[in-house]
């Protein structure tokens, strides 16, 4: 693997966390669910022991989730690591806001929850996916 294929890969896997938490947001869950593989699994920062298996699987697991709320993700300290052509893992950090969805004005935030996850990456077809993302939880901001 060549230096540009390890930097394009890296940063595709990185893309691949900034895309998921735009897509949260915006609650497009067949676009978030477009970057799992078919056969990925997914657990949830707030339920890390709990695996959603399968594609269609985590769409409906996040269409399945009320439109009560308006949410932002904020991704950081993300690190990369290519294991092979088709292989990478990676983690990352993530600060999530949220309060109640309103039409117009500004959203009172719950407290922030931190946390991170640990992403496995599969290149199929020439595009990089996640395989496995792993939540977890590890603060609390006080509100």
């Not at 298996?53 to 993300?78: D, M």
Request: net charge neutral; charged share 25%; aromatic share 8%.
């Amino acid at each position: 693997m060549t230096d540009a294929e390890r930097l394009a890969a890296e940063h595709a896997c990185e893309k691949l966390m900034r895309q998921f938490a735009n897509l949260n947001d915006a609650r497009d869950f067949t676009g978030l669910a477009a970057l799992f593989a078919e056969d990925a699994r997914y657990a949830r920062p707030t339920d890390p022991d709990r695996w959603v298996e399968g594609r269609a699987a985590i769409q409906a697991a996040f269409e399945g989730r009320p439109a009560t709320k308006l949410t932002r993700h904020i991704v950081s300290n993300a690190v990369v690591t290519v294991d092979g052509p088709t292989e990478a893992s990676g983690v990352s950090y993530v600060t999530l806001s949220a309060g109640p969805a309103v039409e117009t004005g500004l959203v009172k935030a719950d407290p922030a929850l931190i946390g991170g996850f640990h992403d496995r990456y599969v290149k199929l077809d020439g595009r990089w996916l996640f395989k496995e993302r792993k939540g977890s939880v590890v603060m609390t901001m006080a509100g």
